[in-house]
C-alpha cells in the first residue's frame, strides 16, 4: 500500500514562528497536495504539486510556501505563524486522477 | 469549474438503521466521483468511486453509492449501520479539465448511535 507519512500528528507553535510541515511519500508519485481542514468549511487547497521544483498555488496560498526539492517530499511553510492558521493540515499523493488520492494522518497544528 | 454539495452537515442514526449521505456536484464535463471517510484524528481513506460503466458502486465496509447523470448526484448507502461507521464522510469530485485536482464537499458527520 502507498503510504503518505506527516511527520508530526500534533504541534504547538507560537504566533511568528517559522513552522515546516513535512510529508513524505513512498509510492513514487508524481502529485502531491497540502491542504487544510477546518469544520464546515471541509478541506481547502493550499498548494500542490505535479512534479519535482514544481509548485502551484491553490484555492488560500495566502501566508504558506511550499517546497518540494525531491519527488518523495513535499513541504509545507508557514513563514510567519498566526493564530487563524490553527487547523489540521493534510498531505495527498496520487498517481493519477483515477486512483484518487493517498492522505497522510494529518497534523493538527495550533498557533498560540 | 466543478464544485460539491453535501447537503446534510450531520446524520445521527440508530445501529442498524439504513442510511444515506446525499452528494450532488456541479459540472459541465463529465466526472469522477469518490467518497472518503475520516476516522477522529485520522487522514481521509477512499470509500469508494466512480469512473464509468455501471452507476452503482459497491466499496468498503458495506458502504454502496449511485451514480445519477440527469439529477447530477452521487449519494452514499448503506443497508444497516454499525458504531464503527460513526466517522467524517467526504465527496469527492474531479474531471479530465482539473489537472489533478479534487475538489471536496464540507463532509457530513455520521453519528451511530447504540
Known amino acids: 500500500d502507498v503510504k503518505v507519512t506527516q511527520s508530526s500528528r500534533y504541534l504547538v507553535k507560537r504566533t511568528g514562528e517559522k513552522v515546516f510541515l513535512e510529508c513524505v511519500q513512498d509510492?513514487?508519485?508524481?502529485?502531491m497536495f497540502w491542504y487544510r481542514q477546518d469544520p464546515g468549511l471541509g478541506l481547502r487547497l493550499i498548494y500542490f504539486?505535479?512534479?519535482?521544483?514544481?509548485?502551484e498555488k491553490g484555492d488560500i496560498p495566502e501566508g504558506y510556501s511550499v517546497s518540494r526539492e525531491k519527488k518523495e517530499r513535499f513541504s509545507l511553510i508557514l513563514e510567519s505563524a498566526s493564530t487563524n492558521q490553527t487547523s489540521m493540515y493534510l498531505c495527498?499523493?496520487?498517481?493519477?486522477?483515477?486512483?484518487?488520492?493517498?492522505f497522510g494522518s494529518g497534523t493538527r497544528l495550533t498557533v498560540v | 469549474a466543478q464544485s460539491v454539495t453535501q447537503l446534510d452537515s450531520q446524520v445521527p442514526v440508530f445501529e442498524e438503521a439504513p442510511v444515506e449521505l446525499r452528494c450532488n456536484y456541479s459540472?459541465?464535463?463529465?466526472?469522477?466521483l469518490f467518497w472518503y471517510v475520516q476516522y477522529p484524528n485520522q487522514g481521509l481513506q477512499l470509500l469508494l468511486k466512480?469512473?464509468?460503466?455501471?452507476?452503482l458502486v459497491k466499496g468498503i465496509n458495506g458502504f454502496e453509492a449511485e451514480f445519477n447523470k440527469s439529477q447530477t448526484s452521487f449519494h452514499l448507502r448503506k443497508p444497516s449501520v454499525h458504531i464503527s461507521d460513526t466517522a467524517e464522510y467526504f465527496c469527492?469530485?474531479?474531471?479530465?479539465?482539473?489537472?489533478?485536482?479534487?475538489?471536496f464537499g464540507t463532509g457530513t458527520s455520521l453519528t451511530v448511535i447504540p
Open positions: 469527492a469530485v474531479t474531471a479530465w479539465n482539473t489537472g489533478n485536482q479534487f475538489y
Open positions: 495527498a499523493s496520487s498517481s493519477g486522477q483515477i486512483y484518487g488520492y493517498t
Open positions: 509510492m513514487d508519485h508524481e502529485n
Open positions: 466512480y469512473l464509468s460503466g455501471s452507476t
Open positions: 504539486s505535479y512534479d519535482v521544483k514544481m509548485k
Open positions: 459540472s459541465s464535463v463529465s466526472v469522477y
